[in-house]
């Protein structure tokens, strides 16, 4: 499993939406996703349980 980019997000949280400490401490995964997706116009990443999510949902089929 991949360690969650913790760098990335702070920094992401701090310096790019200049959100004080307090205020990106009380986001939710979900809305810093929103934030991020605003922002650079891309989403982020499926995760392993998205991916098979999506598999199951729409299987190949032969």
Known sequence: MTPFPW???IGF????????????????????????EAVTGRRAP????????LMKRY???R
């Open 7 to 9: 760098a990335q997000a």
């Open 13 to 36: 949280g701090l310096g790019v939406l200049r959100l004080a400490p307090r205020e990106f401490w009380r986001m939710t995964p979900r809305e810093l996703a929103y934030a991020i």
């Open 46 to 53: 499926l995760d392993r349980d998205g991916f098979a999510a």
């Open 59 to 61: 299987p190949d089929e």
